[in-house]
């Protein structure tokens, strides 16, 4: 493995910052085999050893913010510092042993030309090694390790993503050879998102919106589709519930290049929580490894923000809590947020206290539409 290392570092000398491709299966077959043979030559060498394996550190203080310079997109990238995992650390061990079962897998994936979630990978390896895979967790870093460790992407391992994403508003989609999806005829559950980017990149897109609005909340997004917004501003809407997953971000990134001129504008609770989801969109996520910068999108966002405090009762207002002051430090230490998004978060800090969306049906149910339509025809978005 340290031949591997040695090459990878060389490599990707001449460049600091570093990525997780997208490549055919018979190129990560490839890597996967470089990898053992790697290891096995210096494990049968005449000073034998176990080696380490190199990982690109998943951490903020390895991160960078690169801003484009004919546009306004921003997107996180690692740099090329390494961390290792190795069988000698006790506190390492078993993650070093995890890397591998979860390599042996993989490969068998791509062999059989298949494609699992990461929970079906989870209920694979936990059967098979239940004391290295007591919990998804356990699967979901190990998978971000194999990654940083073969540079390429999960999808490229053959693992798909699991999306809780829906969509709905003025967009057709159409499969190659298949019907025409017209979201604006799903209900007010919308479309769902389906979690094979492949599927996803086939896709033949049609829209006649003016904006793409992301909806941080369910039952936000349900009220907003029942109450056929999207006619009245003519848009598509898109949620995660909550935190974004791979699939969701890739169809947004699909949609933002398919109609470049539309803004993207972000809807989320005025909290900490709601920021990062928000920045998670518009810059990537470290916690996404060697895969944080790729579907960035150019996200604005729309509310709930700091001028709009005045439109909520005080008793809807609620404290911070622990988590949500170290999400907030979180976000004011790593260097993605621009000096606006600072000062919300410098707000929130502040007061001490957060407030949700709903807080807006205090004016009745009807006003959340009345709210977002305003704020969009001034161009209240930042």
């Given amino acids: 493995m340290e031949d591997l290392q040695n090459s990878t570092l060389k490599f990707f000398s001449d460049q600091e910052l570093c990525n997780a491709d997208i490549v055919p299966p018979a190129q990560v077959r490839a890597r996967i085999e470089v990898s053992v043979l790697n290891f096995l030559k210096i494990l049968n060498a005449s ?20 801003h484009g310079l004919l546009t306004e ?3 996180v990238f690692l740099s090329n510092s390494i961390s290792t995992r190795s069988l000698m650390r006790p506190i ?23 494609r699992v979630t990461q929970r079906e990978l989870f209920y694979k390896l936990l059967c098979l090694s239940p004391d290295l895979f007591p919990s998804q967790t356990h699967v979901n870093r190990t998978i971000q390790d194999l990654v940083a460790l073969l540079r390429c992407s999960r999808f490229s391992l053959g693992i798909m993503a699991s999306s809780r994403g829906l969509i709905s508003g003025r967009l057709t989609l159409q499969e190659p050879d298949k019907e025409v999806v017209d979201c604006s005829l799903c209900g007010s559950s919308g ?9 996803l990149e086939r896709l033949v897109l049609h829209a006649d919106a003016r904006y793409v609005i992301i909806v941080e909340k369910h039952a936000i997004f349900q009220r907003l589709t029942e109450d056929r917004f999207f006619h009245q501003i003519p848009s598509i809407l898109i949620t995660a519930k909550g935190y974004p997953d791979m699939a969701t971000r890739f169809l947004l990134y699909r949609i933002s290049r398919a109609f470049p001129d539309l803004p993207i504008l972000a809807l989320v609770d005025w909290n900490p929580a709601g920021l990062a989801i928000l920045c998670t969109f518009k810059f990537g ?26 439109l909520l009762p005080d008793q809807s207002f609620v404290p ?15 260097g993605i947020l621009q000096d606006n998004y600072k000062d ?14 709903e807080a807006l049906y205090f004016h009745g149910y009807d006003y959340l539409g009345k709210y977002i ?9 930042v």
């Fill in 320 to 334: 911070l809590k622990p988590k949500d002051l170290q999400i907030a430090q979180s976000l004011m230490s790593s």
């Fill in 285 to 310: 996520s470290v916690g996404m490894g060697l895969e944080a910068y790729r579907y960035a999108c150019n996200v604005k966002w729309l509310g709930l923000r700091g001028n709009d405090l005045p």
């Fill in 73 to 75: 997109l921003s997107r």
């Fill in 373 to 381: 339509a305003k704020k969009i025809v001034q161009s209240d978005y």
């Fill in 344 to 357: 919300e978060a410098a707000v929130m800090i502040q007061k001490g206290r957060k407030a949700e969306i």
């Fill in 47 to 66: 000073n034998p050893a176990i080696s380490n394996l190199p990982l690109i550190q998943r951490k903020y203080s390895n991160s960078r913010v690169i």
């Fill in 191 to 199: 479309f769902p998102i389906s979690g094979d980017l492949n599927l």
């Fill in 92 to 114: 390492a061990a078993k993650a070093f042993v995890r890397v591998w079962k979860a390599m042996e897998i993989c490969y068998q994936i791509l062999l059989q030309e298949k």
